[in-house]
């Protein structure tokens, strides 16, 4: 006859722990962003455009950033060409992202076709910190997907609402999406290699912004970054695996 069973016990798996942590922080990243799409809906119809187009735009080109540089233009009394144009001058970032992201998460097919709408700074930022495949998939969606519903969501909003709301930057909304790309951004000042960057790329985009079309600093910044990660690797400098993650 066998002894009393030892009280079952049934820990979290580790696994199970790192899992709720990645959703976890893409939920705050994504509600923090996403509800910055009512300072587009607004900004958008106080430019002309309709609150049918305002919301067509947020649905079909979902870059943040490319959808204040096209109504911006537009308001400004740019013709609908050069608004085009510069929307997909600054949106050309996000092709960097898929390099990167696409060996990364490993998807193929019509996987990777819809993947591609959701790829925008903070899903990527997400997502290439995750030390598995599984938690990088799991950090683009859940950030990626929130983002997307709740910015279409806020976007309807703020459209709706945009008589009542007036200029966003009476709220202090203008600043809600750089601050948080900024937060993002922070943790990975680890070290003086990418501490030395960040001050480049910065300098080099402030120095642009009066005398270029907007997106171009941005690009510019992207570029100190890439050069920086192109001389490191030549000299055998270039950050760890993890670091690069």
Request: positive net charge; glycine residues 14%; proline residues 6%.
């Amino acid at each position: 006859m066998t002894g009393p069973l030892p009280p079952s016990s049934s820990p979290v798996p580790p696994d199970a722990d790192a899992r709720r942590a990645v959703v976890r922080d893409s939920l705050g990243v994504a509600l923090a962003t996403g509800t910055y799409g009512v300072s587009f809906g607004a900004v958008s119809v106080a430019s002309g455009l309709s609150v049918a187009q305002t919301c067509v735009l947020s649905l079909v080109m979902f870059t943040g950033a490319s959808q204040f540089a096209l109504v911006g233009v537009v308001a400004s009394g740019g013709a609908p060409l050069s608004a085009a144009a510069t929307a997909w001058l600054l949106g050309t970032r996000n092709t960097l992202y898929g390099l990167r992201l696409g060996p990364l998460l490993g998807w193929r097919g019509r996987r990777r076709v819809l993947a591609a709408h959701l790829l925008i700074d903070e899903s990527t930022a997400m997502s290439v910190t995750r030390p598995t495949t599984a938690q990088a998939r799991l950090g683009f969606l859940v950030t990626g997907g929130g983002i997307f519903v709740l910015w279409n969501l806020f976007t309807l909003l703020g459209a709706v609402g945009g008589t009542v709301l007036g200029d966003p930057r009476t709220f202090g909304l203008d600043a809600a999406v750089g601050a948080a790309f900024l937060a993002l951004l922070w943790p990975r000042l680890s070290d003086p290699l990418h501490r030395a960057v960040a001050v480049l790329a910065a300098g080099g985009a402030l120095g642009l912004v009066p005398l270029t079309a907007a997106g171009v600093p941005v690009l510019a910044a992207g570029g100190v970054a890439l050069l920086a990660g192109a001389l490191a690797a030549v000299r055998g400098g270039a950050p760890t695996d993890g670091a690069a993650r």
